[in-house]
């Protein structure tokens, strides 16, 4: 029992940085989300220096030492950088707040302590998605994905109905008090090159379910940085 507990307090694994705050003149407490052990907080010594500072961007991938002295008292963090992912997309605003607003998502929806190697794979996988060419349309499918892997699956497959007007199909969803369409690239997977318009009330419509089904009831709010996103895409 004690071997076990002594792993939880000390272990070496990849990780994204997901966050980061200011915790003294020299130090920093980072958020980080590692292939083994999930959402961990630590303490980095000399965080703020130059050397450091340059690895600490939101989303690069980094190698962790995790410290600490008890379960019950937050860690320290010594690191190393794997690859700095970020800086890719510096010249790439739309990119370099799509990075923010997802580790973001990542951030707030993830339980701390608590593995999970699928979110980790996805993670991999966003940054493969940056690199697309639809990479938009692709993001979406990420954030549904993410959602699904949390336990909060749309299946909007099983959801919409079907009606054709001038031999155009169209998707919607029925309730008693409106009638929602759903873009089709959402529900159809041979879309390619979808509009921007048609792209934005995709992520509309997965902001909505978010907000209502999962942010609101936990007293949360949307993420400043998710919001910032969309705005730069219009």
């Known amino acids: 029992m ?9 272990w070496d694994d990849n990780a994204y940085l997901i966050s980061k705050n200011r915790y003294s003149e020299n130090s ?46 937050i860690g320290y963090f010594k690191i190393e950088i794997v690859k700095a992912l970020t800086p890719l997309y510096f010249d790439e605003n739309q ?16 339980a701390e302590a608590q593995s999970n190697k699928k979110i980790f794979i996805l993670i991999n996988h966003f940054f493969e998605i940056l690199t697309s060419n ?17 336990g909060y699956d749309l299946e909007l497959k099983n959801m919409v109905e079907k009606e054709v007007i001038d031999e155009k199909v169209n998707y919607f969803v029925q309730s008693s008090t409106e009638k929602k ?32 089904s999962i942010l609101k009831p936990n007293n949360l709010n949307l993420p400043n940085s998710r919001t910032h996103f969309v705005n730069l895409l219009k």
């Open 134 to 150: 639809n990479w938009i349309q692709e993001y979406i499918f990420w954030e549904l994905e993410l959602l699904k892997l949390l």
């Open 2 to 10: 004690l071997r076990k507990h002594f792993n939880k307090m000390n």
């Open 181 to 212: 369409i759903i873009p089709n690239f959402l529900i159809d997977a041979n879309h390619e090159n979808v509009d921007l318009k048609i792209l934005l009330k995709g992520l509309k419509l997965v902001t909505d379910y978010l907000e209502k």
């Open 95 to 110: 990119k370099l707040s799509c990075i923010s607003s997802a580790m973001h998502l990542i951030k707030l929806l993830t």
């Open 28 to 73: 920093i407490i980072a958020e980080v989300f590692s292939e083994n052990h999930g959402k961990t907080s630590g303490i980095i010594f000399g965080g703020t220096s130059k050397k450091i500072k340059n690895y600490l961007q939101i989303g690069n991938k980094i190698h962790v030492n995790y410290n600490a002295k008890s379960p019950t008292r």
